[in-house]
C-alpha cells in the first residue's frame, strides 16, 4: 500500500511530535531542583534491566534445543557476548561483538 504525499507528512510529523514529547516532557515534569518521585527513580533503577531480560527471552524464543544446530549458535554468542562485557565493561562492544560472533557461526559454521 502506497501513501499519497499528505499521508507520509502527516505520518512524519506526527513521529517528530512523538519523539518530541518522550524527550521533553521528563523535562517539564521534574524540573532540575524538584527531586522526582521514588516511584521514578525506581523504574530509572530497575527498567534497564528488565528491558534486558525481555530481549534476551525475545531473541532465544524460537530456538529449538531439539532441531538443527541444537541452539549450540546462541549459546556461542551468549559466551562471548558475556566474556566481552566481563573484559571490557563496554556494552556497544559486548552487543557489535556477539553479533559478529553470531552471524561468523550462521554463515561459516552452520551454514
Given at each position: 500500500?502506497?501513501?499519497?504525499?499528505?499521508?507520509g507528512v502527516v505520518t512524519?510529523?506526527?513521529?517528530?511530535l512523538g519523539t518530541i514529547?518522550?524527550?521533553?516532557?521528563?523535562?517539564?515534569?521534574?524540573?532540575e531542583p524538584k527531586k522526582?518521585?521514588?516511584?521514578?527513580?525506581?523504574?530509572?533503577?530497575?527498567?534497564?534491566?528488565?528491558?534486558?531480560?525481555?530481549?534476551?527471552?525475545?531473541?532465544?524464543?524460537?530456538?529449538?534445543?531439539?532441531?538443527?544446530?541444537?541452539?549450540?549458535?546462541?549459546?556461542?554468542?551468549?559466551?562471548?557476548?558475556?566474556?566481552?562485557?566481563?573484559?571490557?565493561?563496554?556494552?556497544?562492544?559486548?552487543?557489535?561483538?556477539?553479533?559478529?560472533?553470531?552471524?561468523?557461526?550462521?554463515?561459516?559454521?552452520?551454514?
Open positions: 500500500m502506497i501513501m499519497a504525499t499528505w499521508q512524519v510529523l506526527m513521529a517528530v514529547i518522550t524527550r521533553f516532557l521528563p523535562f517539564v515534569l521534574f524540573p522526582p518521585p521514588h516511584i521514578i527513580d525506581y523504574l530509572g533503577n530497575v527498567l534497564p534491566y528488565a528491558m534486558t531480560g525481555l530481549l534476551v527471552v525475545y531473541s532465544l524464543k524460537n530456538v529449538n534445543p531439539f532441531a538443527g544446530s541444537h541452539g549450540i549458535p546462541e549459546a556461542i554468542a551468549i559466551a562471548a557476548i558475556v566474556v566481552l562485557h566481563v573484559w571490557k565493561r563496554n556494552m556497544l562492544l559486548s552487543i557489535a561483538g556477539g553479533i559478529v560472533v553470531y552471524m561468523a557461526l550462521l554463515q561459516l559454521v552452520f551454514a
